[in-house]
Nanobody, 123 residues
Framework: QVQLVESGGGLVQAGGSLRLSCAAS????????MGWFRQAPGKEREFVSA????????NYAESVKGRFTISRDNGRNTVYLQMNSLKPEDTAVYYC????????????????WGQGTQVTVTS
């Protein structure tokens, strides 16, 4: 049974930083692309970033480029999202997702999902 467990969310002031983690189990981690998505109240879930299994390729939403960095540790079955220079508009529930085939920007591309972690950025 595949499980994805996010952690690291919290309350931070604008300009601050957080690092999210997503620990995966029940899958051959290095064969899966991992993605981060977020969903703010009343809005659709949106793509944030993704990384392929080998970590050679990454992708970012324009809104987070230069501020967020995705990485993974295949030895620890964990993917990270380092978030710097946070803005109030980054406030959302952040989800990690996994898929063995796709690593696109659509949530429909990912088969497995975590439960999410809340990130709140105050002005």
């Amino acid at each position: 049974q595949v499980q994805l467990v996010e952690s690291g969310g919290g309350l931070v002031q604008a300009g601050g930083s957080l690092r999210l983690s997503c620990a995966a189990s029940g899958l051959t981690f290095n064969r899966y692309a991992m993605g981060w998505f977020r969903q703010a109240p009343g809005k659709e879930r949106e793509f944030v970033s993704a990384i392929v299994g080998s970590a050679v390729n990454t992708n970012y939403a324009e809104s987070v480029k230069g501020r967020f960095t995705i990485s993974r540790d295949n030895g620890r079955n964990t993917v990270y999202l380092q978030m710097n220079s946070l803005k109030p508009e980054d406030t959302a529930v952040y989800y990690c997702a996994a898929d063995a085939v796709n690593w696109g920007t659509s949530a429909k591309s990912y088969r497995f999902w975590g439960q999410g972690t809340q990130v709140t950025v105050t002005s």
